[in-house]
């Protein structure tokens, strides 16, 4: 209990540290996201974007960056967005569902070759126009940022989809992700990132689909039997304000934030392969068990889970899947 109540009070003066860096007359935004700050990608460049703002912005702006759910998780912090109790985030792409589901097109299974084809995906014109499609309900895409590439794991040796079957396998709570798992005979549960570990240690689920930094930021690997390179599928997110927040904002302010933004979005979704490939040495320098896939054992795979794509189409549209698959034929 004592140790429960340090690590509140640590958390609870961390903010109030940060709220007091800020000047009494600065524009204060609170980004709340819900990984690691120091080894996920997302982490990484949230705090890269909070520095570079507080120093550049000399005191007009004041970024204080919330990791590890310690403000809002993922599942509540669009409406607290909505309703101006925080000003940033960057959830992953699948809990966007009730507003729009052009984004299924990145949680179909197999849909990008590699992290390349997916920037090169969204830096085209079907990816730009994406990032607006909130914009009536409130929410302004600004910046995609890239996790990685998902691999599966479980208590058990997966090499073939089959080898999953009767599994309860935590996916977000994504209607894609949750046929894809179907597609393997498993059983999907949705839950909170944040409750993954304790969940995969207590076997209330008993394998897991995400990156190598994730799995390494979290120690997921700790409680699985090993974790299968499949590349699967991709986690993203999207770095997201109120309309009503940015709209607020002086002209010069935002363009200076926004300009901000872009270099770092720039600048860390270049490194994300690198601090992947880290996470993955990680793993094994830790003792964690990677199995790869012969390419037979890979084409069961996407033999599996493709038809998934169908069931899709009218939301992701036939025009975007085929120019990612375009793209794919370039990487």
Known sequence: MKAWTAALALVWLSATVALAACPPSAIVIKFAHV??????????????????????????????VFPNSSLYDDDTVLEAMLQGDVQMAAPSLSKFEDLTKVFRIFDLPFM???????????TSPAGERMKSVMV?????GLEFWHSGMKQFSANRPLLLPSDAKGIKIRVQPSAVLIDEVKAMDAIP?????????????????????????NIWGQKLYKVQDGITETNHGVLEYLV???VAFLNSLPPDIRHQL???????????NAEVTAVEAASRQAILDAGGTIRTLTPAQRQAWITAMKPVWADFLPDVSQANIDAAQAINARF
């Open 258 to 268: 926004l300009d901000i933004l872009h270099q770092v979005t720039v600048e860390r």
């Open 35 to 64: 990984v690691n700050a120091t080894d996920n990608p997302k982490g990484i460049a949230a705090q890269m974007f909070a520095d570079r703002v507080n120093a550049e912005m000399k005191g007009r702006v004041c970024v204080e």
């Open 112 to 122: 990008f070759k590699n992290i390349a084809a997916v920037d090169a995906f969204q």
């Open 189 to 213: 549960q949705a839950m909170a990132f944040s409750d993954v570990y304790g969940a995969l240690k207590t076997g209330v689920v008993d394998g897991q689909e995400n990156t190598w930094s």
């Open 136 to 140: 009536p309900r409130g929410l302004a």
């Open 240 to 242: 997201v304000t109120s």
